[in-house]
C-alpha cells in the first residue's frame, strides 16, 4: 500500500500540530506574585462591608478564586515577605521583626524556581534588608521607599531616582520585564511588590481632583475603651493619634496653631514629611496645593473639637488611604489589559495579596500587628484559567505560609519537605471540598516599642479564637461567630472552661508542629 504525497504531507501536518498542542499542553506557567502593603480587605470591594470600589480586583477576584478566610502568620511588613519567600514561620526563617535582617543563604522560593528553569525578577518593595539572592534582575525601593520621584536600587548595583508615582512606575517596570522575557524560552516568575497603600498615604496627584474628599462612616467600635482586653489598652495606633503634618497633611505654623488632641502633634514627623512635599516637581507641587491648601484653611477656620475633630482626622485618613489604594486598582488593570493583549493571561498564574491586613478605624486604630481579624486577615485572589475554574470564592482557613508550596506544585516542582505551609492547588484544581485543616497558627514576636503592641500568640478556628499576650499573661477568647468586631473577651467566663481547654490544647499542639521554641509555655 503506498500513500500519495498528499496524504504523506498532511500526516506529516496533523503531526506536527499535535506535537504543538502537545507542547503547549505541557509548557509552564508563569507566575505573577502582586503583593501590596497594608491593603485592608474591606478596601475591596469584593468583600463584604467594604468602603471603597475597586473594580479591577473585582475583576481579577471573579476569573480566579476569592478567599475570605486567608490570614498571614505575623502581621508586620518584613516578616510576612520573609514568610511568602520561604515557606517558613518567621521563627524558623529568622525574620521575626522590622529590625532583622534576612538571612538571604536560605533556600526561597525564588531558587528554587531559577533552579527550575525560571527567570526570575522581584519590583517595589523588599524590605528585608539584605542583598536579594535568587533572582535574575530586580529594581527595588530604598527601605520604605517614597511615593513620589523614588530611587530604586537595580540588580546592576545602580541606585536611580526615577520621575513619577511609585505604584505606576513599578507596574511599568514589570510590563518591560515581562515584554522581555515573553517570548524566551524561559517561564518568568515576577514578585511585583508595591509601596501602596503603606503610611503616610501619600496618592498620585493625578487622582486629586478626579475623587472628591469623601465623608467615611466611623466603625461602630472606633470609641473602643478595650475593656477586659488589657493587651489592647497600652498600644499607640489611635487614629487620633496621629501626626498632624505627615498624617494629616496639615500644617502646624505656630504652637497655639496645634490642634491639641493629647496626641501626636508634639512629636510629630514634620521633617520627613516636609522633604518629601518638597521633593515633589512642580507640576506635582501644584496639584497637592490646589487639592490640600482648602482643607487646610478649612481647618484653620473651623477648629473642630472632640468627636468632631476625631470625625476629621478619620475622613482625611480614609481619603488619602483610599486614593492610594486606587492607583493600585488601576495599575492591576493596566497590567492585566497588557497580559490579555499579549496573549499571556490564559497560561500565567497570578495571586493577588497583601503582607497583612490593616485597621481601617476599627477599635479607634490604624497600623497593624494584632492577632484581631482586621489585621490577621488579608485579601487573597488567586487566577489561572489554564488550570482554576473561575468565579470561585472559599472560606477555607489558609494562610500566607501556604503561597510558596502552591507555587512550586503549580509549576510541577516538589514542595521541600522544610517547608511548613500546604499547597492549595488540589483546593483550587480539583476539589474545593478537600479536607483541609481546622485551626492556624499566628505569633506576633516584634514586642512593645514602636506602637507598643505586646508580643502575644494565639490559635483561631473557624468560630473560635484564642490569644496570649504572654508577656502579660493576658488570654482573649472571642467568639468569631456571635462578636466578629471581637469586644466582648469570653476568657475566664462560666460556661467558656471546656472550649478553652480545648483551644490551649490545640494551640500547645501547633507550637510543637511549627517547631516554635520562642513560644512561652502554656
Known amino acids: 500500500m503506498t500513500i500519495s504525497t498528499k496524504s504523506f504531507l498532511i500526516l506529516i501536518f496533523t503531526a506536527f500540530l499535535f506535537s504543538c498542542q502537545t507542547e503547549k499542553k505541557a509548557k509552564r506557567p508563569n507566575v505573577i506574585f502582586i503583593m501590596t502593603d497594608d491593603h485592608a480587605k474591606k478596601a475591596m470591594s469584593a468583600y463584604e462591608g467594604a468602603v471603597m470600589q475597586t473594580p479591577h480586583l473585582d475583576q481579577l477576584a471573579s476569573e480566579g478564586v476569592l478567599f475570605d478566610r486567608a490570614y498571614c502568620t505575623n502581621s508586620i511588613c518584613g516578616p510576612s515577605r520573609a514568610v511568602f519567600l520561604t515557606g517558613k514561620f518567621s521563627h524558623k526563617n529568622g525574620f521575626m521583626s522590622n529590625h532583622d535582617t534576612f538571612n538571604g543563604d536560605q533556600a526561597t522560593l525564588a531558587k528554587y524556581l531559577q533552579t527550575a528553569g525560571y527567570h526570575t525578577s522581584v519590583l517595589g518593595k523588599w524590605h528585608l534588608v539584605s542583598k536579594p539572592q535568587g533572582f535574575d534582575e530586580y529594581k527595588l525601593l530604598i527601605g520604605q521607599g517614597e511615593y513620589y520621584n523614588p530611587r530604586f536600587v537595580g540588580s546592576n548595583g545602580d541606585t536611580t531616582k526615577t520621575e513619577g508615582y511609585a505604584t505606576n512606575l513599578i507596574t511599568d517596570m514589570a510590563i518591560d520585564v515581562i515584554d522581555k522575557q515573553k517570548d524566551g524560552e524561559k517561564p518568568f516568575f515576577m514578585m511585583l511588590h508595591h509601596k501602596a497603600p503603606h503610611r503616610n498615604w501619600m496618592p498620585d496627584s493625578s487622582y486629586l481632583k478626579a475623587y472628591e474628599e469623601k465623608h467615611f462612616d466611623m466603625p461602630d467600635n472606633f470609641f473602643d475603651n478595650y475593656e477586659g482586653r488589657v493587651g489592647a489598652q497600652g498600644q499607640d495606633m489611635k487614629v487620633t493619634d ?212 505586646p508580643r502575644h500568640n494565639g490559635v483561631s478556628t473557624y468560630r473560635y479564637k484564642l490569644m496570649h499576650f504572654y508577656d502579660i499573661d493576658d488570654w482573649q477568647l472571642f467568639d468569631l461567630e456571635t462578636d466578629p468586631n471581637e469586644m466582648d473577651n469570653l476568657y475566664g467566663k462560666a460556661g467558656y472552661e471546656e472550649i478553652t481547654e480545648e483551644l490551649k490544647n490545640e494551640l500547645k499542639r501547633l507550637v510543637v508542629k511549627y517547631d516554635d521554641d520562642t513560644a512561652v509555655s502554656i
Open 242 to 453: 496621629m501626626y498632624w503634618s505627615g498624617d494629616m497633611k496639615l500644617p502646624i505654623f505656630d504652637k497655639k496653631d496645634d490642634p491639641g488632641t493629647g496626641g501626636m502633634a508634639g512629636n510629630d514627623r514634620a521633617g520627613s514629611w516636609e522633604r518629601a512635599y518638597n521633593d515633589l516637581k512642580p507640576d506635582q507641587k501644584a496639584a497637592w496645593d490646589e487639592y490640600y491648601q482648602p482643607i487646610i484653611e478649612e481647618f484653620y477656620k473651623t477648629k473642630p473639637k472632640g468627636k468632631d475633630l476625631a470625625q476629621w482626622m478619620f475622613n482625611r485618613y480614609m481619603n488619602d488611604y483610599t486614593k492610594t489604594v486606587q492607583s493600585v486598582d488601576d495599575n492591576v488593570g493596566r497590567l492585566m489589559e497588557y497580559l490579555k493583549k499579549e496573549g499571556l493571561d490564559e497560561n500565567t498564574l497570578i495571586i493577588y495579596t497583601s503582607d497583612q491586613g490593616f485597621y481601617l478605624g476599627e477599635h479607634g486604630w490604624y497600623d497593624k500587628r494584632y492577632m484581631y481579624e482586621e489585621s490577621f486577615g488579608m485579601p487573597l485572589v488567586v487566577r489561572y484559567p489554564a488550570g482554576i475554574k473561575a468565579g470561585q470564592k472559599t472560606s477555607k482557613l489558609v494562610q500566607n505560609l501556604d503561597l510558596a508550596p502552591t507555587i512550586l506544585d503549580f509549576v510541577g516542582e516538589t514542595v521541600p519537605a522544610d517547608m511548613q505551609g500546604t499547597s492549595l492547588k488540589t483546593m483550587l484544581t480539583d476539589n474545593p471540598d478537600v479536607d483541609w485543616q481546622k485551626s492556624i497558627y499566628y505569633h506576633y514576636y516584634q514586642g512593645t516599642g514602636w506602637h507598643h503592641v
